[in-house]
C-alpha cells in the first residue's frame, strides 16, 4: 500500500505544475512556490528545504535555471520570476541535461561537490566555495582530457560539466586506473604509488631502525607551520624541570595577530608540564615563545638552539627561523628530517606522553580559571570515518603557505612507524595520507 501511495504522489507532483503553476514571483507564498522549489532542489539549483516561501535563494535558483535555459536555445528571459514559459520549461523532461548542466558562472551545491571530486582527483586546488569559475572549467577540462586519455568514452573536453560528465566523474574510476587518491586499493596497501596521497610531500619510516619504507619527495624544502613545535618540545624536555614552577615572560604576548593561543599570559604561574601540554594540544604559539625564553634565555637564543640540534640529529634541510612555525620563507624544513626529529622525540618517555595526550585538564591561575585542553583531531575519533585505532600522536600544524601538515607516529606489536604529510589539502585528506602510509609500512614490515 505504502509503495503504491508514494507511485500516486510522484504521479501527482509531476502533473501539478502543468495545472496550477502559474506566474510565481518574489514575496509569494504557499503550496504552489513549495512544488516549485522541490523541483529546483531536486535539479540542485536550490539548497535547503522547500519551505513554500520565494525569497532571495529562490530567486536566485529560478534566475540560474533562467540561464541555463537561455544557454541551450530556450526563448526566455532571465529575470528571476517564475512565469508562465519558465515554469513549463522547468518541468520538461526533455531539457532536464541542460537544467543539469554545470559551466562557468554556476553556483550551488552540485558545484561544491564536483568541485571536492576535483579535489579528490588532484585536478583542483581548495577550496570548494561552490563557483564555477576559470579555474573548476580548467579541472573539468584536465578531467575530460584524462579520461578521453584513458579510454574512456567522453561526451565534451570543453570544460563544461554536462550530466555524462558529471556521472563519469562519480563513477569507479580505479578501473580506468585514473591516478588519484580516490583510486587506492586499501586491500593492496604495497600499490601505493604517489599519485595516491594528497600531500605534496611524505615519508614513512621504521621509527625502530630508522629505515625509510615509503617517501615522496621527503627532501624537499617544505613550509613545517606547527609542526615546528616537535623540535621546541624536545629542547624543552632537554631542559627538565618539568614540575617546576614558572613565570609566564613578556614574550608570550610577542607573537602576530593571527597566532594560535593557549592563551596563556605574561606574568601568570603555572608548571613546565602545562605549558607544554598547552604547546602541543593547543598549538599555542604564545607558549612556544614562552617555552623559548624560559629554556633559552630568549627566543633568538632558543631558535639559535634548535638550529644546532637539528643539525646534530642529521636534519639538514632545516632551518627555523622561531619556535613554533607561524610562516617565513625561510624557516623550512624537509618530510625525511621532520621525520627524523620525531624520531629522536620518541625515544623520551615525556616527549611520548606529551603528544599522545588527547585531553588536559589546565589548572586555573590569577589570569584565568582552569581549562581542558582537548586534541580534536578526526583520526583519534572512534566515531569519524578516518579514525585510525593505533595512531599515537604527534604534531599538525597549518598556514596557508604550508597546507595541512602532520607528523604522526603509530604503534601495533609489529612495531612503531613515523609518517610525515606536508602540504595536504585539507585536513581529513590529510589523515587518509596518514592512513595509507600506515597500512603501507606494516605491510612493508612483515
Not at 605574561?266 to 601540554?277: I, N, Q, V, Y
Amino acid at each position: 500500500m505504502k509503495r503504491l501511495l508514494s507511485w500516486f504522489l510522484c504521479l501527482w507532483m509531476m502533473l501539478m505544475p502543468a495545472v496550477s503553476l502559474a506566474g510565481l514571483k518574489p514575496g509569494q507564498t504557499g503550496e504552489e512556490v513549495r512544488l516549485l522549489q522541490q523541483r529546483l532542489i531536486t535539479l540542485g539549483l536550490l539548497s535547503g528545504t522547500a519551505d513554500g516561501d520565494y525569497g532571495q535563494k529562490t530567486q536566485n535558483a529560478v534566475s540560474e535555471a533562467q540561464r541555463l535555459l537561455m544557454l541551450a536555445g530556450c526563448q526566455i528571459t532571465q529575470t528571476g520570476s517564475a512565469d508562465d514559459d519558465t515554469i513549463a520549461l522547468l518541468f520538461d523532461e526533455s531539457l532536464e541535461s541542460a537544467l543539469l548542466l554545470l559551466c562557468d558562472g554556476s553556483k550551488g551545491q552540485r558545484v561544491k561537490d564536483a568541485q571536492n571530486r576535483l579535489i579528490d582527483l588532484k585536478l583542483l586546488e581548495p577550496p570548494a566555495d561552490g563557483a564555477y569559475g576559470s579555474a573548476t572549467t580548467e579541472a573539468v577540462q584536465q578531467f575530460q582530457l584524462k579520461m578521453a586519455e584513458l579510454g574512456a568514452e567522453v561526451s565534451r573536453q570543453d570544460g563544461v560539466l554536462d550530466l555524462p560528465t558529471y556521472q563519469l566523474m562519480f563513477s569507479d574510476l580505479s578501473k580506468y586506473h585514473f591516478p588519484a587518491p580516490v583510486c587506492f586499493n586499501e586491500k593492496k596497501p604495497l600499490s601505493l604509488t604517489s599519485d595516491h596521497l594528497y600531500g605534496d610531500a611524505c615519508i614513512v619510516i621504521d621509527a625502530t631502525t630508522g629505515q625509510v619504507l615509503f617517501e615522496h619527495n621527503s627532501r624537499q624544502r617544505m613550509y613545517p607551520a606547527s609542526t615546528t613545535k616537535i623540535m621546541t618540545l624536545l629542547l624543552a624536555l632537554e631542559a627538565g624541570h618539568l614540575n617546576d614552577l614558572v613565570t609566564i615572560p613578556q614574550s608570550a604576548a610577542e607573537v602576530p595577530a593571527d597566532s594560535s593561543l593557549v592563551p596563556v599570559h605574561p606574568g601568570e604561574k603555572m608548571t613546565m608540564d602545562a605549558l607544554l601540554h598547552g604547546l602541543i594540544i593547543r598549538s599555542g604559539n604564545d607558549a612556544a615563545n614562552a617555552v623559548a625564553t624560559l629554556c633559552g634565555g630568549s627566543v633568538d637564543e632558543f631558535v639559535v638552539a634548535m638550529n644546532e640540534k637539528a643539525k646534530q640529529l642529521g636534519a639538514n634541510d632545516t632551518h627555523f627561523v622561531n619556535p613554533h612555525g607561524y610562516h617565513d620563507e625561510n624557516h623550512y624544513t624537509t618530510a625525511y628530517d621532520l621525520a627524523t626529529i620525531a624520531r629522536a622525540g620518541l625515544t623520551d618517555v615525556e616527549f611520548c606522553r606529551i603528544v599522545t595526550c588527547l585531553s588536559y585538564a589546565l589548572p586555573a591561575t590569577d589570569d584565568r580559571p582552569s581549562d581542558v585542553l582537548t586534541c580534536t583531531h578526526e583520526l583519534f575519533d572512534p566515531e569519524s570515518e578516518y579514525y585510525i585505532p593505533y595512531a599515537a600522536g604527534v604534531k599538525s600544524g597549518y598556514t596557508s603557505a604550508a597546507g595541512f601538515c602532520y607528523v604522526g607516529a603509530a604503534q601495533t606489536k609489529q612495531g612503531t612507524l613515523i609518517a610525515v604529510v606536508l602540504h595536504a589539502p585539507t585536513r581529513n585528506r590529510a589523515w587518509l595520507d596518514m592512513k595509507k602510509l600506515f597500512s603501507y609500512g606494516y605491510a612493508a614490515m612483515k
